[in-house]
């Protein structure tokens, strides 16, 4: 596959040169082929296991619950799970903070990251990543793993710029990289099931 065999921290400069010169980044081949189908295959055990939970929404729910934000579920990534395709994820996520932080002085000193999978007709409604009452998420990092996504599947990442809407498929090894305070973006209903990982570059 073309770009398979790019090196990570190249896909890293890519990531950061993309997101300083038009504010939202994307590195299409991120991940590796195979750490990408490794954590497919984690997330499909846990579904099948019933580990992933409905997600709630931080401090900035609309207090009205009649209208849902959001219908994805949620499984925490956490080293001590012992997952060899978590631990390697997480680690990559670390080496990318290194770098961010050489590159840009970002100073994130935590972070976090969930998988999410939304079943068909599943959404995630506009929204920031970060909280008002909570600023420490810095960066918001998506990580994409669905093979041969097609724009009819819908669960596309719409990003609202300033007079348009992006829109960014969830192709399996595509990341995405955005700052937290300020990019509004939506999930579209998915019609069929799509798998990511979400996080945040935190300043604690
Ligand atoms: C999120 C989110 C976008 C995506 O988890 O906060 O906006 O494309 N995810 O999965
Ligand atoms: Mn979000």
Redo the contacts with the bound molecule.
């Keep these: 596959m073309p770009g398979s065999n790019i090196p990570v921290h190249k896909q890293f400069d890519l990531l950061i040169n993309s997101f300083l010169s038009d504010k939202v980044g994307i590195a299409p081949h991120f991940l590796t082929p195979a750490l990408s189908a490794g954590l497919q295959q984690h997330v499909l055990q846990l579904q099948q296991d019933d580990m992933m939970t409905a997600a709630g929404i931080g401090n900035d729910e609309i207090k009205d619950g009649t209208q849902k934000m959001r219908t994805d579920k949620i499984y925490w990534l956490d080293k001590s799970h012992g997952n060899t395709f978590e631990k390697q994820f997480l680690q990559q996520a670390e080496d990318f903070i290194e770098h961010l932080n050489m590159a840009c002085y970002a100073g994130i000193n935590d972070y976090e990251f969930h998988y999410?999978v939304y079943e068909e007709g599943s959404f995630?409604k506009r929204h920031k990543?970060q909280f008002k009452t909570d600023s420490n998420r810095k960066y918001?990092l998506?990580t994409y793993l669905n093979d041969n996504w097609l724009q009819t599947d819908g669960g596309q990442?719409d990003v609202y710029r300033e007079e348009t809407v992006q829109h960014i498929l969830?192709h399996a090894q595509t990341a995405v990289f955005f700052r937290s305070d300020e990019t509004e973006?939506e999930?579209t209903p998915a019609n069929r099931s799509r798998m990511?990982i979400?996080g945040w570059l935190k300043r604690v």
């Design positions: 999410a995630y990543d918001s998506i990442l969830p973006h999930v990511s979400s």
